[in-house]
């Protein structure tokens, strides 16, 4: 199996889950997100875990293309250096948090787009077949 669909698959129904969450616990997820940038120690934790997650992407799937796939390799990076921030400035990462969180109806509106996005991934991961290749093409596969 290709890489790309191969994180495809692991990134989009996390998405889901994440941006259902989102949806339908707001008050939950905004009281979860108080709890969580009231700890350094879970900011730090949390940091380690996306900085293993974006090396792992990184160092897996560093494509820079003209399709889906660099989506991938976007959100590795943005997972590494994420992880990097919060390891390295938990208590600027807990000020930005509580600023985000503050805005009204952010937990709908990005967990709508976390939907979306991780349906588009699933979508590319699971079910989207792939072209035949020119080779294929010749010998009159598909």
Request: no cysteine; hydrophobic share 55%.
């Amino acid at each position: 199996m290709q890489t790309s669909k191969l994180f495809a698959r692991f990134i989009g129904p996390i998405f889901i889950a994440i941006g259902l969450a989102q949806v339908i616990n707001t008050e939950v997820l905004r009281t979860l997100a108080g709890q969580f940038l009231e700890s350094y120690a879970l900011i730090f934790i949390a940091g380690l875990m996306a900085m293993l997650a974006g090396l792992a992407i990184v160092n897996f799937h560093n494509l820079w293309v003209r399709d889906w796939r660099v989506v991938i390799t976007v959100f590795g990076w943005l997972a590494l250096i994420g992880g990097v921030i919060r390891i390295v400035l938990p208590q600027q990462t807990a000020r930005i948090g509580t600023a985000i969180f503050g805005i009204p109806n952010i937990t709908v509106a990005s967990g709508v787009i976390t939907i979306a996005l991780g349906a588009w991934l699933a979508y590319a991961g699971y079910i989207e077949k792939p072209k035949p290749t020119p080779r294929a093409k010749r010998r009159g596969r598909k």
